[in-house]
């Protein structure tokens, strides 16, 4: 039998931190008198922390030099990892462990490719580090999503070509990415917003049956 990969995003995809992101970042641009909605999120999903913090601070018109925009940045993250920080197991969303064991029994490499340097924690608080047979490490990857290299670097890892690996995202930057790497795109959350994806599931219930066993 072929060989076959499914990489994973995180946020918002095996757990709900995309909604800890949020907050974490509403409070700060509300701290900068900056607006800050849902439609702001849904943009910043898969984007990562810098590039996420220079979007909210292009909605004001002060201009911040490199040291206090690191500032910030801590300063999200320092809220963010107190939000994540009462995470347990009973977080994995619904669909998530079932994905998981069918992968395991039939044989499929299992990869990560989050945008977030949180990520390696957030695996831990969900006891499902050693699910997974290769992490990508976002800080060794200087282009983020929608760039394709974070689901490459996985597949090469794998050494498997992208026809074989299935990429499973909420982002539409992560769609996008998934595309860009040539890969099958799981999109999980609204159709419209992940119009790119090859299948969209209203949450990862249903993998197995409606994406992992069909490919
Ligand atoms: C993921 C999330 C983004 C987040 C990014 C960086 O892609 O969807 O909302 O900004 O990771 O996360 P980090 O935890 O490193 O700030
Ligand atoms: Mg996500």
Redesign the pocket.
């Known amino acids: 039998m072929v060989q076959k990969a499914c990489i994973f995003d995180l ?2 995809v095996i757990t709900d931190t ?1 909604h800890y ?1 949020f907050l974490a970042w509403q409070r700060l641009a509300h701290s900068l008198g900056l607006p800050f909605d849902e439609d702001d999120n849904h943009r ?6 810098m590039e ?1 913090l220079d979007y909210i601070l292009a909605k004001g018109t002060t201009a911040y030099s490199m040291d206090e925009r690191l500032a910030l940045a801590q300063q999200k ?1 320092e809220d ?1 990892k107190t939000l994540i920080g009462g995470i347990t197991p009973a977080d994995i969303l619904p669909g998530i462990v079932e994905a998981l064991d069918w992968l395991k029994a039939n044989n499929w490499r299992i990869g990560l490719a ?5 990520a390696p924690q957030v695996l831990a608080s969900l006891e499902i580090t050693g699910a997974f047979d290769y992490v990508a490490d ?1 800080g060794a990857i200087p282009k983020g ?1 929608p760039a394709p290299d974070i689901f490459l670097d996985v597949a090469r890892a794998f050494g498997l070509p992208s026809s074989q690996c299935l990429g499973v995202e909420d ?1 539409a930057s992560g769609v996008a990415a998934i595309k860009a790497a040539d890969m099958f795109a799981a999109g999980i959350g609204d159709a419209d917003i992940l119009a790119q994806a090859d299948i969209v599931l209203p949450s990862p219930e249903g993998l197995v049956e409606k994406v992992l066993k069909p490919f």
């Not at 910043?44 to 922390?49: D, E, F, N, Q, W």
């Not at 989050?114 to 949180?118: K, L």
Request: hydrophobic share 30%.
């Open positions: 946020d918002g995309a992101h910043l999903k898969g984007v990562g922390r996420s993250n963010y989050s945008a977030s340097r949180n976002a999503k982002a």
